[in-house]
């Protein structure tokens, strides 16, 4: 069975920082892209960040400069390091294993979500 497990969220300022962490079992993850999805309330879920199997990277425009994804392959985690944050980051932060692209149908092992505030 996979399992995957989101470190806890938190609540920051405007221009603060945060790392995120999701740990994986069960799955062959060196083989995987691992994102991180994210959603906030009354909006769809959106790719912030990707990082293929190789180290490839890709970030939507709303986060680039901002985040970065990074993998430990022997730990079996990925992470996502958020700076300068800012309001419109608030959302429920997904990791999720799969075989890349941008739809969440791509993807077929889910961490439960942690939630990110930046308070104003």
């Known amino acids: 069975q996979v399992l995957l497990v989101e470190s806890a969220g938190g609540l920051v300022q405007s221009g603060g920082s945060l790392r995120l962490s999701c740990a994986a079992s069960?799955?062959?993850?060196?083989?995987?892209?691992m994102v991180w999805f994210r959603q906030a309330p009354g909006k769809e879920r959106e790719l912030a960040a990707s990082i293929s199997w190789t180290g490839s990277t890709t970030y939507a425009d709303s986060v680039k400069g901002r985040f970065t994804i990074s993998r430990d392959n022997a730990k079996k985690t990925v992470y996502l390091q958020m700076l300068s944050l800012k309001p419109e980051d608030t959302a429920v932060y997904y990791c999720a294993a799969g075989r890349g692209g941008v739809r969440p149908a791509n993807y077929d092992y889910w961490g439960q979500g942690t939630q990110v505030t930046v308070s104003s």
């Open positions: 069960g799955l062959s993850f060196s083989s995987y892209t």
